[in-house]
């Protein structure tokens, strides 16, 4: 029995569409076998070791939801009263979170001790599994791409306030409060782009030979 030949375009197509959602959420459900498949991808990540330091909170209250957007818009100000000029006037048109548009929030946190004591492959990098989970949160987001949905990663907190808001343990750092559900649309470009904040850089600026102070020729 054969299965279909993956086409790689489609893995390609995904990753150009997934954006930062900020504005397009519509609120509307998430069904459970679509959160399920969404989740199970995060969970195939690899880690480091294959300690798994993942875990997935996830967070529907509205009033948890709306204490922390309290906090997140507290942040916000706190990042805008260090900006003035055009950096103040165009920072006030950005919309940092859709913590309560979204359906749902997914709190990811990084525990470093599971599969402790010996971590194979950690000895030399401390923050292995810390990366380990960026990519849990890579698998999860691109996943809900290709289900329709879109994921805002609300980064204006502090981390000992999201501890204290959904009772996680002194040794498990949340790492993202990524807003998950239905959209509108899928913007075709960042909405920092879009509203002039920065450009994404062309691939040749970024890609060394050999060695990095070989520069980006040849």
């Not at 690899?46 to 967070?59: A, E, I, K, R, Y």
């Not at 949160?137 to 306030?161: K, M, P």
């Not at 998950?180 to 002039?196: I, K, N, S």
């Amino acid at each position: 029995m054969s299965s279909a030949t993956p086409n790689p375009s489609d893995l390609y197509d995904v990753i150009n569409r997934r954006r930062d959602v900020r504005s397009e959420f519509t609120g509307g459900p998430v069904p459970d076998d679509v959160l399920h498949r969404v989740l199970t991808a995060a969970h195939r990540a690899p880690s480091v070791g294959l300690s798994q330091p993942w875990d997935f909170v996830l967070v529907r209250s509205e009033a948890t939801r709306r204490a922390f957007k309290e906090h997140v818009l507290a942040e916000r100000s706190v990042f805008a009263a260090d900006l003035t000029g055009e950096r103040a006037d165009t920072f006030s048109r950005i919309k940092v979170e859709g913590i309560v548009e979204s359906s749902l929030g997914v709190v990811v946190t990084y525990d470093a001790e599971r599969g402790s004591p010996q971590v194979l492959g950690r000895h030399a990098i401390a923050d292995a599994g810390l990366y380990s989970v960026c990519l849990s949160i890579q698998n999860l987001w691109l996943s809900a791409t290709a289900e329709g949905l879109g994921v805002g990663w609300v980064s204006f907190y502090r981390e000992e306030f999201l501890r204290r808001l959904l009772d996680i343990p002194g040794g498990v750092r949340p790492v993202a409060w990524l807003c998950l559900g239905p959209v509108r649309e899928l913007a075709t470009a960042p909405d920092l782009e879009r509203h002039g904040w920065r450009r994404r850089l062309p691939l040749e600026d970024v890609v060394h030979y050999e060695t990095y102070q070989r520069g980006h020729v040849r």
